[in-house]
């Protein structure tokens, strides 16, 4: 979600200021751009949105720690916890996130619209964190309705999908598919599918074939600019049924 999309790939339209396309940072409301030379999922997010709905003014609060598990994103999150996927010295970022929440709706009279999410690499490190991930993503949410007072706020994930693996993972045999280093893999696919379910209303996006950079896992500007507007179509999608 942090992105390592190149901002200076970006076309003009993009990355013009625009009174309606809004972002929380430092303390303020401003107009949306990539804040340095790296940009993630929301510039196209938020251009997508706006063109869905022309008369609103679409705001976004964005928190991110790349190759973080959830578990440092947990309500009741300790050291401990979050030291299984090495991630306690980046300290508690559910307060980090909760905070900056309330700065937002603090600064301006808006409404919290949904919650987007993408993670999950770091804790298919694991067959603990992997076996885990439903309940603590679970909580994670659950927390953040509780914060927003929005028990019915759309939720939209990400979930990766090399050419092996379907869509549909529910009934997937993973026993002959080896992913090195990643005992938790099918894990948390499985969970990050079961949470369309179990954390209605919700819409796991599968993603696959958008562009990464040579020899790195990271999606590139491309891919970055399609991650957004996915996310976006999916999330209108939930609420527009």
């Not at 919290?112 to 694991?126: P, S």
């Not at 990643?182 to 179990?198: C, D, H, I, M, T």
């Not at 796991?204 to 976006?232: C, D, K």
């Amino acid at each position: 979600m942090v992105g390592q999309g190149l901002s200076a790939e970006l076309p003009e339209e993009l990355v013009k200021q625009n009174n309606r396309l809004l972002m929380f940072e430092g303390g303020k409301w401003q107009p949306l751009r990539p804040l340095n030379s790296l940009f993630g999922p929301e510039i196209t997010f938020a251009h997508t949105m706006a063109k869905r709905y022309p008369n609103e003014t679409i705001g976004i609060v964005k928190q991110s720690i790349g190759g973080t598990g959830v578990l440092a994103w947990h309500p009741q999150c300790t050291q401990e916890k979050a030291d299984l996927t090495d991630d306690g010295k980046k300290g508690n970022l559910w307060q980090e996130l909760t905070s900056k929440v309330h700065g937002a709706k603090t600064a301006a009279d808006c409404q919290i619209m949904g919650f987007i999410w993408m993670q999950g690499g770091k804790d298919m490190l694991l067959m603990e964190t992997g076996e885990s991930y439903l309940r603590n993503l679970k909580a994670l949410v659950d927390g953040i309705r509780d914060f927003t007072d929005s028990p019915d706020l759309p939720f939209v994930l990400g979930s990766y999908r090399t050419p092996a693996v379907p869509d549909d993972v529910s009934n997937f045999d993973f026993t002959e598919l080896v992913v090195k280093g990643r005992p938790g893999y099918a894990a948390v696919l499985k969970a990050q599918q079961q949470a369309e379910v179990e954390l209605a209303p919700a819409k796991m996006i599968p993603l696959r074939n958008l562009e990464t950079h040579p020899r790195n896992v990271h999606y590139n500007t491309q891919g970055q600019r399609q991650l957004g507007r996915l996310f976006a179509e999916g999330y209108v999608e939930l609420i527009e049924p």
